[in-house]
């Protein structure tokens, strides 16, 4: 059986992103026998021709798409981004019979939605590695896919929750497919790694526990590192490690960092931490590892803000974080998402003034929250009435306290022009 999987996504918001977890699923279904094709449009210059040419020359019989962004978040102007992907669908039906499969961090968030308003098949939610082999042997044998888990037909009920892996050594690494035409000369490209999945912190606005779960599972910290060593063979030095929190549990980050040490692979990489159990021999271990910049995803410089997040950390903790990294010469982007349930005037003049205080390399300050469902945000944007019951929030919605819409616009033009290029 031929199956063609198609990364959707040509956006290069922030950086070019290569397609590690179709990559990933690749690598599965390879190993279970399939024959796979491989197109990442990012990488073409024409991307309908692209997909034209491995559609006429595969001749596939399942035809896979990731979806990673629905939108870009920005809540003043914001871009819905499956219109381009409606298109690669439309094409891949106008070129071939196959049936369209979906998947993908964006997918997951809204496996429903997304499968009827980009008019594919059915989806898988949530990790694709078991899940996708499986589909394809029913599809094969001509059976009913719709009970395996994570699995939404459409026009089907949905009928068997998602599974995950628990041991991610069980999975394969990605096929060489993703990084094929990456420059490693590219200033602006980062090669995605990933250790870990699943965030069990619960921060009331966040989608991840719909894409990766809330129970964290690794890899080995030795494959890890070996992994990144076989990438370092074919040129590639700069990494970026796409966990949610590289810092959780410490003492995984720290023993993946002494095997990173230990091989010698001498790269530079970027995370994102999450500000709370950083102790000071983690931090000396990055940047011993070669940790050149970080995320630091502090959100508000309030406290009472960050417990109606659910945050597990206080304002000191960011600052003796942050301050322990600038020490080792990390580089530091710091986060604020203003805006957001009771927020007022006065919290965000101390969300500013503590962000300015920390002296960081970056500041991205996100105005509104995008409202993802089954969250707790969600809730409380259905209880004030700012949204219905019937909203499947797939094109984007944002909570901004009704009372500082006027004002709060405003207010960050005049702080960002009072400190110049500091805040970026
Ligand atoms: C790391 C990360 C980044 C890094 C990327 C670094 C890099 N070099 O790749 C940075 C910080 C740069 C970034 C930027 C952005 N990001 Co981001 N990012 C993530 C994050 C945390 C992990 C993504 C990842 O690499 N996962 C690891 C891979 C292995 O997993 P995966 O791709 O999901 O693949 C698995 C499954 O989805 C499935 N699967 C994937 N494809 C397919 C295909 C088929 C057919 C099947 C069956 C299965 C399948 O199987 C895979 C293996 O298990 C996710 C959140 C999350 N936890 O997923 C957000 C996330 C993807 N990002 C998001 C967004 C919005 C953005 C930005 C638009 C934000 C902005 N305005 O700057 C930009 C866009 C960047 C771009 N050019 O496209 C959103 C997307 C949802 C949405 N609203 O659109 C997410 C989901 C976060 C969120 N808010 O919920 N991001
Ligand atoms: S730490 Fe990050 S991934 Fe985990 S719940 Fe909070 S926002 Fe989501």
Redesign the pocket.
């Known amino acids: 059986m031929k199956v063609l999987?198609v990364s959707a996504?040509t956006?290069?918001?922030?950086?070019?992103?290569?397609p590690?977890?179709?990559g990933?699923?690749a690598a599965a279904a390879r190993k279970a026998g399939y024959e796979v094709g491989f197109l990442d449009l990012e990488s073409e210059p024409d991307s309908q021709s692209a997909l034209r040419a491995a559609v006429e020359q595969g001749s596939p019989d399942v035809i896979?798409?990731?979806v990673?962004?629905?939108?870009?978040?920005?809540m003043e102007s914001p871009r819905f981004?499956l219109e381009p992907v409606k298109a690669v669908i439309a094409a891949c039906r106008a070129l071939s019979q196959a049936p369209v499969?979906?998947?993908?961090?964006?997918y997951?968030?809204f496996p429903d939605a997304a499968l009827a308003s980009l008019g594919a098949d059915m989806g898988?939610c949530?990790?694709?590695?078991v899940v996708?082999p499986a589909l394809l042997s029913r599809l094969q044998t001509g059976q009913d896919p719709s009970d395996l888990p994570g699995v939404h037909v459409a026009g089907r009920d949905h009928r068997t929750e998602r599974a995950f892996a628990k041991n991610l050594d069980d999975l394969p690494f990605p096929v060489d497919d993703v990084w094929r035409s990456a420059d490693p000369t590219d200033p602006e490209l980062?090669i995605?790694v990933?250790s870990r999945r699943g965030c069990p912190l619960d921060c009331s606005y966040c989608?991840?526990p719909q894409?990766?779960g809330r129970s964290v599972r690794a890899r080995s910290t030795r494959r890890v590192a070996e992994g990144i060593a076989r990438l370092v063979k074919t040129g590639f030095r700069r990494f970026?490690f796409?966990d949610?929190t590289f810092n959780l549990p410490p003492s995984y980050a720290l023993e993946l960092c002494r095997w990173i040490g230990a091989l010698r692979l001498n790269i530079v990489w970027r995370c994102?931490l999450y500000p709370h159990h950083v102790p000071e021999d983690l931090v000396a271990a990055m940047a011993g590892a070669g940790c050149a910049e970080v995320?630091l995803g502090f959100e508000s410089g309030c406290t009472r803000i960050l417990r109606r997040m659910n945050k597990r950390f206080e304002p000191g903790e960011v600052r003796s974080i942050s301050e322990g990294l600038a020490a080792h010469g990390i580089r530091r982007q710091g986060f604020l998402l203003l805006g957001g349930p009771g927020e007022t005037r006065e919290s965000v003049e101390e969300s500013l003034a503590f962000a300015g205080s920390l002296n960081l390399e970056m500041l991205k300050i996100t105005l509104g929250i995008?409202i993802?469902p089954h969250t707790p945000l969600a809730s409380t944007a259905l209880g004030e009435g700012l949204i219905g019951p019937e909203d499947d929030l797939l094109f984007p919605r944002f909570y901004l306290v009704p009372g500082l819409a006027g004002w709060l616009p405003a207010r960050l033009t005049t702080w960002r022009e009072q400190r110049g290029r500091q805040a970026g």
């Open positions: 999987l996504n956006e290069r918001i922030t950086m070019p992103t290569l590690l977890g179709l990933l699923v896979g798409i990731s990673r962004n629905i939108d870009d978040q920005e981004l499969v979906l998947g993908g961090a964006g997951s968030i898988v949530g990790e694709g590695e996708f980062w995605p990933q989608s991840t894409i990766e970026q796409v949610n994102i995320s995008r993802y």
